[in-house]
């Protein structure tokens, strides 16, 4: 590949991802159905797609760079969550497992991309798996700080209530997010193999 074609591709994969991680906001803030679920949260209509295309297309490392612009812009759309912190140490800890990590993962879903021969099974458990590490974060939150913080009026164990909250809308999410992309594979297979993209 020349370095001409080389700066170019590295032009493109930029302002993909830009778009790709603008149009995963907007997913995420106006495509969104909220508090109907078992205890609360919202669910998307698949928001994680586009950041999951990002590391299918361009690998895994992109995906996890793009994954981290997307939860850095989200903790800024949700500061005042962050900053229900009684202390600095509680507000690090929701900044990083209700943003930064929980959202970073979702870079991972590429991961099983080259290490499968069935495309759709490897799109399928990549999107399961980020879903997974993406709950076990809000998961551990709910439980260690938000509980904390603001006691369940359910009469329920800590670890109980956030396993229902956080399950109660991550289901539904991995649910929707799987089947859009597995939808969306079909018809757009060489967008997502990146078959597309210039090589030289």
């Not at 495509?31 to 928001?47: D, E, H, Q, R």
Request: net charge positive; glycine share 10%; aromatic share 12%.
């Amino acid at each position: 590949m020349t370095t001409r074609n080389s700066a170019s591709l590295g032009t493109r994969k930029m302002l993909e991802s830009a778009i790709l991680i603008g149009i995963a906001l907007v997913l995420n803030e106006f495509a969104k159905f909220n508090s109907t679920w078992i205890y609360g949260g919202s669910v998307t209509l698949g928001s994680i797609i586009p950041l999951v295309l990002i590391s299918w297309r361009w690998g895994t490392r992109q995906g996890l760079f793009s994954a981290l612009v997307f939860s850095i812009l989200q903790m800024f759309l949700g500061l005042k969550n962050v900053m229900y912190g009684q202390n600095a140490l509680q507000m690090i800890f929701i900044a990083l497992l209700d943003y930064i990590v929980a959202f970073t993962v979702i870079g991972l879903a590429g991961i099983f991309r080259k290490r499968l021969i069935n495309k759709l099974l490897a799109l399928g458990l990549g999107v399961v798996l980020v879903c997974v590490l993406r709950f076990l974060c809000h998961f551990i939150s709910g439980w260690l700080i938000w509980d904390a913080l603001w006691p369940n009026d359910k009469g329920l164990s800590g670890m109980a209530y956030s396993l229902l909250y956080n399950g109660g809308y991550m289901l539904p999410e991995t649910l929707i997010a799987l089947a859009i992309s597995l939808l969306l594979y079909v018809p757009l297979k060489r967008y997502w193999l990146g078959e597309d993209l210039v090589k030289a």
